[in-house]
């Protein structure tokens, strides 16, 4: 249990409610000053403060501001005051208390409180939960799958790092939910951090957490996504895409369990399954030295190679029924598919995999209207037909390059659909992640 601090510039009162807190079988931390509680601060994360509003060395007003969005905080008021009641509950504080301060409604208080903050945490985490169990679904009875579905359940109960390979499209991401639904972590956070689109420093501030004052704009303490997997599954999506740089201090987390918060000099222990996946051929990459070797065989310690479409085709009919009944799409009347459409759906190569068939489904639900059945008509294969809609016309006064044309393309299409990514995303078959790359690739970010 983490401690509780009372941050009390009155001796007498502060011992009298460390005694009860205490007895009440509560690790208590005392301070008399912002100063001495900053301190501890710095290196402790406590599971409540309890706040006096005046203290000798700062406005406890600005400490509610401070530390509010990170802890529960029970304010101390004096003379009963009604405006600095309302003026700490609106800046954060969960509750507070009038002096002189009655010990039993302080008992009552803290127990309530940090029940409350119990069920918030527990009410996000089931949330997360019941979105995790939505999405997730390995549909398919293929030999392939079936395979992917046996490395599940041989590596899932253990804390070995994984490894996901597969085509960009494919599942991983599901793989890895999977992996973490099986294991004896199911009960804490899945929590996902993808490696291309966030910038190194960013990265690393994401990843492990700051301190305040860590870098320019860093004006509280942040916990990292480490600590925020406490317990659960760190999945590190395009793990191939991530700066060398940081690959040193991710094999140090793996191979130590230790980190540090940007801007500290404290380690912390990360009580975390890390979980990777990539579309890229990791081992290739660090033959070039464009990956470190030992983090890949670190990372690689268990490898889950997930299947393209094209090599589990007989999944293709449960897949479209899968899409067709759970797709978030208001339906007139219930769709089948027709003989035709279906040998169509299953001949197809599929470049863009599970991700492309979804897309296209959809948009084949949307193109039948009222009917009950999709038909061949309805659906929209490879780059000519899903990708390029009527009205869109590339012109160059020379011979282009494939990346101007790709550039001028994206550029027409962001115009035309008023920087709307998710919907020029599913117009051009890919994910909205995919589409960021190649924005952030052609400078094209609006302000």
């Not at 601060?41 to 969005?69: F, K, M, Q, T, Y």
């Not at 509950?89 to 803290?110: H, R």
């Not at 320019?216 to 793990?239: H, S, V």
Request: aromatic share 6%.
């Amino acid at each position: 249990m983490k401690d509780i601090l009372i941050i009390e510039d009155d001796k007498t009162l502060n011992t009298l409610m460390a005694r009860l807190l205490k007895g009440m079988g509560y690790p208590v931390r005392s301070a008399l000053d912002w100063e001495t509680a900053k301190d501890y601060l710095s290196g402790n994360e406590p599971s409540l403060i309890v706040l006096d509003c005046r203290l000798p060395d700062i406005d406890g007003h600005n400490v509610i501001l401070e530390v509010a969005n990170q802890y529960p905080v029970i304010v101390l008021t004096a003379y009963g005051s009604v405006q600095n009641a309302v003026r700490a509950m609106k800046e954060g504080a969960a509750e507070y208390l009038t002096k002189p301060v009655n010990l039993d409604e302080l008992e009552l208080i803290v127990k309530r409180t940090l029940e409350t903050e119990a069920l918030r945490k527990e009410h996000q985490f089931y949330r997360r939960q019941i979105r995790a169990l939505g999405e997730t679904r390995m549909v398919g009875r293929s030999k392939a799958l079936a395979q992917v579905n046996g490395l599940i359940d041989a590596v899932a109960p253990s804390d070995v790092t994984v490894l996901i390979e597969g085509e960009s499209g494919v599942g991983k991401e599901l793989v890895a939910n999977e992996i973490h639904q099986r294991s004896a972590r199911t009960d804490h956070n899945f929590i996902e951090i993808d490696c291309c689109t966030l910038h190194h420093s960013l990265f690393e501030s994401e990843l492990f957490g700051h301190e305040r004052g860590a870098f320019t704009g860093a004006d509280r303490k942040k916990p990292g996504l480490i600590e925020g997997a406490e317990g659960g599954t760190l999945f590190l999506d395009e793990i191939g895409e991530l700066d060398i740089s940081l690959q040193a201090k991710l094999l140090r987390v793996l191979e130590s369990g230790v980190f540090r918060r940007l801007g500290s000099t404290k380690d912390l222990r990360a009580n975390v399954r890390v979980v990777a996946a990539t579309n890229r051929n990791l081992e290739q990459l660090s033959r070039e030295g464009k990956f470190r070797r030992d983090l890949y065989y670190r990372l690689s310690s268990f490898l889950v190679q997930v299947p393209p479409l094209r090599e589990r085709r007989e999944d293709i009919a449960e897949l479209v029924e899968h899409f067709a009944c759970h797709l978030d799409i208001p339906l007139r009347v219930k769709k089948t598919v027709s003989t035709a459409a279906m040998k169509q759906l299953v001949a197809y190569d599929w470049p863009g995999n599970v991700r492309e068939l979804r897309n296209i489904i959809e948009r084949a639900i949307i193109l039948s209207g009222g009917s009950h059945e999709i038909r061949p008509e309805h659906l929209a294969f490879g780059t000519s037909e899903s990708m390029a809609p009527a009205g869109t016309s590339l012109s160059f006064d020379h011979d282009p390059s494939l990346e101007e044309i790709e550039q001028h393309y994206l550029e027409k299409m962001l115009e035309k659909h008023s920087g709307h990514r998710a919907y020029v995303a599913k117009v051009l078959g890919i994910s909205e992640r995919n589409l960021y790359r190649l924005i952030r690739k052609y400078g094209l970010i609006r302000a």
